[in-house]
C-alpha cells in the first residue's frame, strides 16, 4: 500500500513508496482507510532532518499525525465500520510519569512519550493504519470534508481548558480575548473564543489572502497593528506565533488578572532588548499569569470534536486551501504564499 516516509535526520528524504506493509494487528484493533492527512510546521522540520525518529528498528518513519479515516473493522464494537475517526497524535510513555499514568500523555514529564508521524510511531499518510480503542475518536458524519482539522483544534481545546481552569483561581468574567497568528491554530483558537461568547480579536501581519474575512466571518475583529499599538486591554491572550518580540508585547498588553497562553514555538539563537524588570512588576501587581501549553489528552480531542461539529461547515472548509492527491505528494509539502492548511487527500 501508498505511504509517504521520511528517513530522519536526512533532508529532503520525502518519498511515496507503493510497497509500505499492511499495519501490524499490534498497532491496534480498529482497522482504518487513510481519508485525508493534514500537513503542518511539524511536518517541514521533520522534512528538513531537523526533527523526527523512526520506530524502533525501522529506517523511516512514515509522517502524517494530522488523521483522517473511515473505519473498515472494528472487532471490539468502539465503532461500527463506516464511521469517521481520527487517532490520537501522542501515546504516554511505556513507564508512566505521574501525569502519564492517568492519561494526561499531553503533561508528560519525562519526555518518553511517542507521537504518530513524529516520534517512534509510524504516521497516518498510509492507505490504512490501525488505532487501539482508547486512541480513536470518533467524528460526527458531517465532518467528513474536514475532519483532518481535529488534531489542530485538540490543540486549541486544551489550550481553552487550562485556561479556563487557571481563570477558576479567583472570580472570572472574562471578555475579551486577542489571538496573535492568524495561521490554522490562530484561527481555530478564535473559532473557540467565538463559540464562548467573548469579544474577539485576531492580530497577523496578513492584509491580502483569505485570513481578514475568516476572521470577521466569526464576528471577530482583524488586527494588522503591532501588539503594543491596539487600543485594547485583553482578558486572555492566546499566543500563536512564537515570535519573540510578539510574545512579549503580548505579556505586557494583557489586562488586570489576565492569562497569556504561549503555543508557539520560538526557534531561539536571538536575543532583544527588553525590560525584564518591568514585565515582573506589571505580572506581581495584576496578578496576570503566563503558561505554555502543547499537545492534548483524550478529553481534549473529545471536546475538539463537539466543537468542530459546532461550527459552520462551510467555514471549517475554508481554513483547508489545498486539496492534493497523494500522487503528487511534493506539491503539499511545498507552502504555498496564501495557505492556511494543507490537505493530502488520500481519496484521490
Ligand atoms: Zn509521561
Not at 213 to 228: E, F, I, K, N, Q
Request: a negative charge; aromatic letters at 4%; hydrophobic letters at 40%.
Amino acid at each position: 500500500m501508498r505511504a509517504v516516509t521520511v528517513t530522519p535526520g536526512v533532508p529532503d528524504s520525502l518519498r511515496l513508496t507503493d510497497e509500505w506493509p499492511e499495519p501490524a494487528t499490534e498497532e491496534g484493533a480498529i482497522l482504518v482507510q487513510a481519508l485525508a492527512v493534514g500537513i503542518c510546521g511539524t511536518d517541514q522540520e521533520i522534512i528538513s532532518g531537523s526533527y523526527g525518529e523512526a520506530p524502533p528498528g525501522q529506517e523511516r518513519l512514515v509522517l502524517g499525525h494530522e488523521s483522517l479515516g473511515r473505519v473498515l473493522e472494528d472487532p471490539t464494537g468502539t465503532l461500527q465500520p463506516g464511521d469517521l475517526v481520527a487517532g490520537v497524535v501522542r501515546h504516554p510513555d511505556p513507564l508512566p510519569c505521574p501525569n502519564c499514568a492517568v492519561g494526561e500523555w499531553d503533561m508528560c514529564r519525562n519526555g518518553q512519550y511517542t507521537e504518530h508521524g513524529i516520534k517512534g510511531l509510524s504516521g497516518f499518510a498510509r492507505d490504512r493504519w490501525r488505532v487501539q480503542p482508547k486512541f480513536a475518536v470518533g467524528l460526527d458524519p458531517v465532518l467528513a470534508p474536514v475532519g483532518t482539522l481535529l488534531e489542530p483544534t485538540s490543540v486549541v481545546a486544551k489550550a481553552w481548558d487550562h485556561i479556563e481552569r487557571i481563570g477558576s483561581r479567583a472570580e472570572w468574567k472574562p471578555h475579551s480575548v486577542l489571538i496573535t497568528g492568524a495561521g490554522p491554530i490562530g484561527l481555530l483558537a478564535a473559532l473557540l473564543a467565538s463559540q464562548r461568547g467573548l469579544s474577539v480579536h485576531v492580530l497577523d501581519r496578513n492584509t491580502t489572502g483569505p485570513k481578514p474575512g475568516l476572521v470577521r466571518s466569526l464576528g471577530a475583529t482583524y488586527h494588522t497593528s503591532p501588539v503594543g499599538e491596539l487600543d485594547l486591554e485583553p482578558d486572555v491572550v492566546v499566543e500563536c506565533t512564537g515570535a519573540p518580540s510578539v510574545v512579549l508585547d503580548a505579556m505586557c498588553k494583557v489586562g488586570p488578572t489576565g492569562i497569556v497562553c504561549l503555543t508557539g514555538v520560538s526557534s531561539g539563537g536571538r536575543t532583544i532588548d527588553f525590560d525584564a524588570g518591568a514585565l515582573n512588576r506589571a505580572l506581581v501587581l495584576e496578578n496576570n499569569v503566563v503558561f505554555g501549553s502543547v499537545n492534548a489528552n483524550r478529553r481534549h480531542w473529545d471536546l475538539a470534536a463537539e466543537a468542530l461539529a459546532r461550527a459552520d461547515q462551510s467555514w471549517l472548509n475554508s481554513l483547508i486551501t489545498r486539496r492534493v492527491p497523494v500522487s503528487e505528494y511534493a506539491d503539499a509539502y511545498t507552502s504555498g504564499g496564501e495557505d492556511i492548511k494543507v490537505v493530502l487527500d488520500f481519496a484521490q
